[in-house]
């Protein structure tokens, strides 16, 4: 294994760690707070210590796709593959609605009634901003020197199972991690998969506060 692989490999592992180190501290700290407040901590400070871990590596912030050259093309580019993300779906909805089925019911997913502006701000930017730090930008970009296609099925896949719901197929976490690794791959910029990410949370959450879905 050449120098650069292992600090690569070191990279990945480190990462993990992180996860790791904060989910445990969310644990110590759920007696204490309500769940939304101790997920919102955890998740924020995973994206400090990932981070920080990227500033030391070397390539930098640059390395995950954060470089400050692709800050505003990576903008721009999110909210196109989102509008076309948001096209996609809703020719897919309509064509299930079709058939009998309610796609609504199927991207159902439900806020709570109290603290709503928390679980918009929790799920609605900070995780998405954690995940995408850490799936896409060093997970994927780690199995990126593997090839392209490598790196998108297995980030995908793992996105996948760590969002899955059990039982039965996670097409929406699928299509998800899918979407956010190919517009990294392509607009070079981690920028654009948080976008898309935010966005595509952003509005699941605002359509469960429909009363008629």
């Known amino acids: 294994m050449t120098t650069d692989s292992l600090k690569i490999l070191k990279l990945a592992c480190r990462a993990v760690l992180i996860l790791c180190a904060c989910e445990a501290g969310a644990l110590v700290l759920s007696p204490f707070l309500p769940p939304l407040a101790a997920l919102a901590i ?3 400070t995973q994206i400090i210590g990932l981070l920080l871990l990227l500033w030391r590596t070397p390539g930098g912030l640059a390395f995950a796709g954060l470089s400050q050259k692709k800050g505003i093309s990576g903008l721009k580019a999110g909210i196109v593959w989102s509008l076309g ?3 996609a779906a809703g020719i897919t909805g309509f064509l299930l609605n079709l058939t ?5 019911s199927m991207a159902h997913s439900p806020v709570p009634p109290d603290n709503q502006w928390l679980f918009f701000l929790t799920g609605g930017l900070i995780s998405p901003v954690a995940e995408e730090i850490f799936f896409r930008g060093i997970l994927y970009s780690v199995l990126r020197r593997l090839g392209v296609a490598v790196a998108v099925v297995l980030s995908t ?3 996948a199972f760590v969002h899955g719901p059990q039982g039965g197929l996670p097409v929406f976490q699928l299509v998800g991690g899918l979407v956010f ?3 990294f791959e392509v607009s070079k910029s981690l920028v654009t998969p948080m976008v898309i990410h935010v ?3 952003l509005a699941l959450f605002s359509m469960a506060l429909i009363p008629s879905l």
């Open 157 to 159: 896949l793992v996105f």
């Open 199 to 201: 966005l595509g949370n």
């Open 100 to 104: 009998g089925i309610n796609p609504l």
């Open 85 to 87: 993300f948001a096209l």
């Open 181 to 183: 690794a190919l517009s």
């Open 42 to 44: 955890t998740r924020s």
